[in-house]
């Protein structure tokens, strides 16, 4: 039997310890060390990051039927993120080393073996369930996004080849169609853990579009849509009808949707009461000012019309000097021009902040996002 190599699928158990102390000259498993993860059966393929660094290099050196006692250094593992066991409350520190005691039970290298349906079923399954684990104990402030998208979309890619083969059964392909919603739906929801709104209205989209009535998928695209700053409240509102028609009376996440929706409703209704009134006000007092400089300009050009000959007139040369001293009408109307010019400056007054209260109005909407009340589950 020869060992695992990149692109092989291994069926494992493990127990991952967090290491307290260690002597350098033999590592050893000593039970009094916490357990931060146990598994069962997992399906593992080796190049794609289904497993910590550590554990992914020892399997790389073993062989079917062979159990190993692998260390891994900190920065092999989880580094400054930390994971959490929800069956002993113990959560692992970051930056902790850390021992898997290892077994392969079955390796897969053979491609026709590999690439069966039975084994693909078995092993994207298995890569979505490894997933749901990162994103409920590794999350860890958004470390594990990437590492739960990356699993996600790679187990729904390969899963799609199965669902658009038309020579495979139908009942096979409908089962293929049902991982992918699972994992499309999760990637969903990391995307709203994430806060990536936009991203997160995507996945569930393309949910609907294979499945229409598919009720996580519309309390997804609607939670996504009423948290993100380019989505409006009419297909948030749409998506949670669609819902409730669906669902029971009773359902607690239909409901506390609806409940989320309509106090976000009154709370932008209030903003934009309060945005356009200052706005109004600022326009008014604007307005205002520029009435009384307008009428204060035209007062002083009307009753002081002529030109200070002993200032202006002197240095002119003096056929300009003789020709405005005997058009004195053209003198007028010179100063006359001079409100006129102030039609500019209503538009700089009044415009100016007409338009900063505009923007102001954009940032509040940005601002009114909140972050989601309850984490959303994975499938």
């Known amino acids: ?6 692109g092989d699928a291994v069926c494992i158990d493990f127990v991952g310890r967090a290491v307290t102390s260690r002597d350098d000259a033999t590592i050893e498993a000593r039970d009094p060390d916490p357990v931060f993860q146990s598994v069962k059966n997992w399906w593992v393929v080796i190049g794609d990051k289904d497993v910590t660094p550590a554990l992914e290099m020892g399997l790389r050196f073993m062989k079917e039927g062979e159990t190993a006692l692998v260390y891994g250094a900190s920065k092999f593992v989880y580094g400054p993120a930390q994971r959490i066991n929800p069956d002993s409350k113990y959560s692992l520190p970051p930056n902790s ?11 897969l290298h053979d491609d026709s073996e590999f690439s069966s349906v039975d084994s693909q079923f078995e ?7 490894i997933g749901n684990d990162i994103f409920i104990n590794e999350w860890s402030h958004g470390h594990a996004k990437s590492k739960a998208l990356l699993i996600y979309n790679k187990a729904a890619d390969n899963i799609s080849h199965i669902m658009t083969n038309n020579s495979i059964d139908e009942q096979v392909r409908n089962r293929a169609l049902l991982l992918w919603i699972d994992c499309m739906n999760n990637i969903a929801a990391v995307y709203l853990k994430a806060k990536m709104y936009g991203k997160a209205k995507e996945a569930a989209t393309q949910v609907l579009l294979k499945d229409p009535n598919n009720l996580k998928a519309l309390l997804r695209a609607a939670r996504a849509a009423l948290y993100d700053p380019a989505g ?17 009376t009773d359902d607690k996440d239909v409901r506390r949707l609806r409940t989320e929706f309509e106090q976000k409703k009154k709370q932008y209704k209030r903003k934009s009461k309060a945005m356009f ?3 109004s006000e600022a326009i008014g007092t604007t307005e205002k000012k520029t009435t009384e400089a307008n009428a204060n300009a035209a007062t002083t050009c009307v009753s002081d019309p002529v030109v200070d000959t002993n200032t202006s007139q002197k240095s002119l040369p003096i056929e300009q000097r003789n020709n405005i001293t005997n058009n004195p009408s053209k003198t007028h109307a010179t100063a006359i021009k001079e409100p006129g010019m ?13 338009a900063a209260c505009l923007l102001y109005i954009t940032i509040s909407r940005w601002m009114t996002t909140i972050q989601v009340v309850e984490a ?4």
């Open 376 to 379: 959303v589950k994975p499938n």
């Open 232 to 248: 409006t409240f009419q297909e948030s509102q749409a998506a949670i009808e669609a819902a409730e028609s669906l669902s029971s």
């Open 342 to 354: 102030s039609v500019m400056s209503i538009i700089f007054q009044v415009g100016l902040p007409l």
């Open 277 to 279: 009134s200052k706005m």
């Open 123 to 129: 092993i994207n399954t298995s890569k979505k369930n």
């Open 1 to 6: 039997a020869r060992s695992c190599d990149a």
């Open 97 to 107: 080393n850390c021992s898997y005691h290892v077994k392969i039970h079955k390796l």
